[in-house]
C-alpha cells in the first residue's frame, strides 16, 4: 500500500500528511485551501482539483475535517465519494466527530466493500508535526493491521478501542477530560496567583504533588512559566478552544443519549461557551486562563 490520498490539510492534517511523505508513501492531497495544498506540493504531493480527483488509483484514503457534516458530505449521498472508491480501497477517518455519523458512514461503506476505521488522534500540532500521534481506533481489527503502517508513519501510539464508532466515543470521553482538567488547572494556578504565589513555583509544586496532571507536566495554562507551549505565545497556535467547545458538545450529546451524568463535563462546556463567546475562538483551548486573570 503506496498510494495515499488524503483529504484535510490544517492545522492537523497538512503535519500528518508531510510525515507519510517523508515515510515513502506516495500522496495525492486535496483541501479547500490551495495555499495548503502548495505547501504540500513542496514536500513532495500532488495536489488535485477535487476529492474525487485525489482518489483516483488510490490504495487508501485518509481524512481529517472539521466535522460530522463535512465527513458526510464528502463520503455519502450522491456527491460523496464512497461510490468513486474500487472495493477493498481502505477509508480512514481521523477526524473528531459524533458516533452516529462515524457509524453511519461506516456502513455505506461496508455496503460497497469498502473498509472503514474511524481513527481520531490525540496529541495536538505538536504531536501531528513530531509524527508521535495517538491514534484511538474504532472498526475492525483486519482494517486496523492494515492501516498500521500508516499510522505508524504519523504516531507512536495505536489503540483499538472496539467496533465502528467506538474510536469516536473514546476519543471524545478523553477530550470531555481535558477540557476539565485544564479549566481546574487554571483556576487553581489563577487561585495561587492572587494570593501571591508564583505560577512557576506553583507550577512545580503541583507537578510533584497530587494534583500533578497533563497541562502543568506539558501545557502549562499560564503565561511565561513553561516555553515553547501557547500560554508562552500569545495562546496562538495550538487546539482552537472553538475545537474543543465541540468535542465537549460532543461529549454532552453523547451523554444524553445514554443518561450519563457529566456534571463537571457539563460545567467544562459551559466555561468554554462562555469563553468562545467572547470572541476567544481561535485561541488555543489553554487560553481558558484568560477567564481566571491571566495575563
Given at each position: 500500500?503506496?498510494r ?11 503535519p ?45 484514503v ?5 466535522t ?8 455519502c ?15 480512514i ?20 466493500g469498502?473498509?472503514?476505521?474511524d ?12 509524527g508521535?500521534?495517538?491514534?484511538i481506533?474504532?472498526g475492525?481489527r ?15 501510539n495505536i ?21 476539565i ?12 496567583v492572587k ?13 510533584r ?6 497541562a ?5 495554562p499560564?503565561?511565561?512559566?513553561m ?21 465537549l458538545g460532543?461529549?454532552e450529546?453523547?451523554a ?9 463535563g ?9 469563553h468562545?463567546?467572547?470572541g ?16
Open positions: 500500500m503506496k495515499i490520498a488524503f483529504i484535510g490539510l490544517g492545522n492537523m492534517g497538512g500528518m500528511a508531510a510525515n507519510l511523505i517523508k515515510k515513502g508513501f506516495e500522496l495525492s492531497v486535496f483541501d479547500l485551501s490551495s495555499e495548503a495544498m502548495e505547501r504540500l506540493a513542496q514536500t513532495g504531493a500532488h495536489p488535485a482539483a477535487s476529492a474525487r480527483e485525489a482518489m483516483a488509483g488510490c490504495d487508501a485518509v481524512s481529517m475535517l472539521p460530522g457534516r463535512h465527513v458526510d458530505a464528502l463520503y449521498g450522491s456527491e460523496g465519494v464512497l461510490t468513486a472508491l474500487t472495493a477493498g480501497t481502505l477509508v477517518d481521523c477526524s473528531t466527530i459524533d458516533t452516529a455519523t462515524a457509524r453511519r458512514v461506516a456502513s455505506e461503506a461496508a455496503a460497497l469498502l473498509p472503514m476505521l481513527a481520531p488522534v490525540s496529541g495536538g500540532t505538536g504531536g501531528a508535526t513530531a508521535t500521534l495517538t491514534f481506533v474504532g475492525e483486519e482494517a486496523l493491521e492494515r492501516a498500521r503502517p500508516l499510522f505508524e508513519a504519523m504516531g507512536s489503540f483499538h478501542a472496539g467496533g465502528h464508532g467506538a474510536g469516536q466515543m473514546a476519543k471524545i470521553c478523553n477530550n470531555m477530560l481535558l477540557g482538567l485544564m479549566a481546574g488547572t487554571a483556576e487553581a494556578l489563577a487561585l495561587g494570593n501571591g504565589l508564583d505560577p512557576g513555583v506553583l507550577s512545580e509544586i503541583m507537578t504533588s497530587s494534583g500533578r496532571n497533563w502543568l507536566e506539558l501545557y502549562n499560564w503565561p511565561a512559566v516555553p515553547g507551549v501557547p500560554a508562552s505565545r500569545g495562546y496562538q497556535g495550538g487546539f482552537m478552544s472553538a475545537l474543543m467547545l465541540k468535542d460532543l461529549a450529546e453523547a444524553n443519549l445514554c443518561e450519563a451524568n457529566i456534571p463537571m457539563r460545567q467544562a462546556t459551559a466555561l468554554y461557551r462562555a468562545v463567546d467572547d476567544q475562538g481561535p485561541l488555543d483551548f489553554s487560553s481558558i486562563a484568560r477567564r481566571y486573570g491571566a495575563p
